[in-house]
């Protein structure tokens, strides 16, 4: 458990050390509560650039956190979220989405308002929306969360940059052979590669 835990831990630095690329956009949803680096950096990178949606439902559709429309004898039903969408957003926001429940009363009685009228599932559901158009327009006007916790938001910058340090002591050789060793753990397809690639007659 020790050492599948030290892999974890050097895998997820990996993947914060390229938070870089969405540095703008990571600044901005962190101040949302619940999300943190890592779950900033998973949305980031399945919505890539927020200019690629016309609005927040478009946003919502390509997340996968609309309903299912059913139409039938000109009367229009909505079923349960669609299958379709990006999984690794969506799986985050779906456990932080309680941190952004409790940020504030109006969205904790209106949680409890769905839950009470549609059941605790479709009532996340419906939270998980409102969080993916508060974070459309957040990205699109490039505006902080109207809630921020500043405390916990100074937290989270200081843990960025404890990660950015750490990660900049380390040579480019370094990082290179950091990443060679998880692909050849974890990678099945490049670590076949590799020993095909020793195999061959020199």
């Known amino acids: 458990?020790?050492?599948?835990?030290?892999?974890?831990?050097?895998?997820?630095?990996?993947?914060?050390?390229?938070?870089?690329?969405?540095?703008?956009?990571?600044?901005i949803l962190m101040?949302?509560?619940?999300?943190?680096?890592?779950?900033?950096?998973?949305?980031?990178?399945?919505?890539?650039d927020i200019n690629n949606f016309k609005n927040a439902r478009k946003l919502s559709s390509y997340l996968g956190i609309v309903p299912k429309l059913k139409e039938s004898n000109?009367?229009?039903?909505?079923?349960?979220?669609?299958?379709?969408?990006?999984?690794?957003?969506?799986?985050?926001?779906?456990?932080m989405v309680f941190h952004f429940i409790n940020s504030n009363d109006f969205y904790t009685e209106f949680y409890k308002a769905k839950k009470k009228a549609k059941g605790s599932g479709k009532a996340i559901v419906a939270m998980m929306r409102k969080l993916a158009v508060i974070i459309y327009h957040m990205l699109k006007k490039k505006q902080n969360y109207y809630h921020i916790n500043e405390e916990l938001y100074k937290r989270k910058l200081n843990e960025w940059l404890r990660i950015l340090n750490q990660m900049r002591s380390l040579t480019g050789a370094q990082l290179d052979k950091w990443e060679n060793e998880i692909c050849i753990k974890y990678d099945l397809a490049y670590r076949s590669r590799k020993i095909a690639e020793?195999?061959?007659p020199a």
């Open 198 to 200: 020793l195999k061959k």
């Open 74 to 95: 000109q009367k229009v039903r909505y079923g349960k979220i669609t299958k379709k969408g990006r999984k690794v957003a969506s799986a985050f926001m779906s456990q």
């Open 31 to 48: 101040t949302i509560p619940g999300i943190s680096l890592f779950i900033g950096m998973a949305i980031m990178t399945d919505i890539a």
């Open 1 to 27: 458990m020790d050492r599948l835990d030290k892999d974890i831990a050097q895998i997820k630095e990996r993947i914060l050390s390229y938070s870089f690329v969405f540095r703008e956009e990571l600044e």
